[in-house]
């Protein structure tokens, strides 16, 4: 197996399971903690679109990514109404995931044929709140120019997102 396939980040949170699940799975809670703004709630099967409520700072990524090692590359902007994600499962409180565009502001990809890569979002109760377990896996479809790419910048992306989501729910 290609060791740039999965990403995993595991976290513990000091918040019950009920609460990470509204987090993760309520889309505009969603979209506080992970910088987007969503057009419509979470439902399986169903793909949702939206933009990101940021500004990316081009030549802050492309130094990014010469530090990580990779072939820079440009970003394009996503316009509002971009496809965000599409929702596979939702099964309350302990699994949620979806399939998106992996490191989907490269300027070199193709949104109309790029494979997607599967996100998943699994908790569990401990003692001391919830466990929170991040997994994006299926890189090994990304087209190889970027794949290397793809995985670098999306590994750096969810470790700061756990950390989000982490703020987010301790607040």
């Given amino acids: 197996m290609d060791s740039f396939d999965r990403i995993e980040k595991r976290i513990d949170l000091r918040a019950d399971i009920e609460r990470v699940w509204q987090a993760i799975t309520d ?7 992970f910088g987007v703004a969503l057009d419509q709630p979470f439902t399986p099967g169903q793909t ?3 933009s990101f409520n940021m500004h990316f ?3 802050a990524i492309m130094e990014r990514q010469r530090a990580l090692g990779v072939t820079p590359s440009g970003i394009r902007t996503l316009q ?3 496809v965000f994600c599409t929702v596979e499962r939702m099964e309350a409180p302990h699994s949620f995931s979806f399939r998106w565009i992996p490191y ?3 300027a070199e990809c193709d949104p109309a044929s790029e ?3 599967l996100v998943e979002f699994k908790l569990e109760s401990i003692a001391e709140g919830t466990r929170l377990t991040i997994a994006e896996s299926g890189f090994s479809r990304v087209p ?3 794949r290397l790419r793809a995985f670098r910048m999306n590994e750096g992306g969810w470790a700061a997102q756990a950390n989000n989501i982490k703020r987010h729910v301790e607040q």
């Fill in 104 to 106: 989907g502001i490269d």
């Fill in 144 to 146: 190889e120019h970027r």
């Fill in 48 to 50: 949702v679109t939206g």
């Fill in 57 to 59: 700072d081009e030549a």
């Fill in 27 to 33: 889309y505009k809670e969603f979209s506080t903690w």
């Fill in 80 to 82: 509002p109404n971009t």
């Fill in 115 to 117: 494979p997607t890569t």
